[in-house]
């Protein structure tokens, strides 16, 4: 499983990194906003360790832009701001735990796998049409009972169709939730997501509304 740690502190961030590898876990490092936002957008991560104090941004503000997304991976808030007010805004934006520092690296790894685990065990419903079926707490998509391998992008395009089936969502909501405020991407980027998703899973499962968006059809039983 894989972690990402957003934490400017180089010498806090370089702890924590050899603590996880040693603990049998790969961890990505980033020192700010912009970074972590990228490193979301491009890799699907089992866990975030989330610090609030970032230069140019704040965590939390990361954090509501990764719940906009429909991006539900869990978020542990690592911060030395330890105030009642302070946790309840990062629960409230949408964080799974929180964690004051200085911490115990024991107290730390069992905190990571407390998320991780309520993460898997939340009811979760399971999109099916046809022969697609879709697992979004496993993030596992499958074609006649085959693994079918997506991009993030090309997820996160699914997800977002997924969330409302039988709706039109307008290809700027998709570019949002794939994207973020990112802005230097082609305009015909979720085109080709849709193209793509419609190659690995069938013509029929999204249809194009013309100048409004797309959408996806009902589940089945």
């Known amino acids: 499983m ?48 989330l610090d609030i104090g970032l230069p140019g941004d704040s965590g939390l503000s990361v954090l509501r832009t990764m719940r906009g997304r429909y991006d539900s991976t869990p978020v542990l808030i690592l911060t030395a701001r330890g105030q009642l ?43 099916t049409y046809g022969d697609v079926r879709i697992d979004r707490s496993k993030r596992v998509v499958t074609k006649v009972g085959i693994d079918v391998v997506l991009s993030a992008h090309e997820y996160r395009t699914l997800l977002a169709l997924v969330e409302r089936p039988g709706h039109v969502v307008t290809r700027d909501h998709l570019h949002d939730v794939v994207y973020g405020t990112a802005s230097n991407v082609e305009s015909n980027t979720i085109a080709v997501f849709i193209h793509q998703l419609r190659r690995k899973l069938g013509d029929d499962l999204i249809r194009t509304v013309h100048g409004l968006g797309y959408v996806i059809g009902q589940p089945t039983a």
């Open 85 to 127: 007010s302070e946790r309840i805004a990062g629960l409230d934006a949408g964080a799974d735990d929180y964690l004051v520092k200085p911490f115990q690296f024991d107290e730390l790894w069992a905190r990571v796998r407390s998320v991780i685990r309520r993460s898997q065990g939340r009811v979760v419903p399971i999109f």
């Open 2 to 49: 894989n972690l990402l740690l957003v934490e400017d502190d180089q010498m806090l961030g370089e702890s924590i990194c050899d603590g996880a590898r040693q603990s049998g876990w790969h961890i990505d490092h980033v020192c700010d906003a912009k970074a972590a936002r990228g490193a979301l957008v491009d890799h699907a991560y089992a866990a975030v360790l």
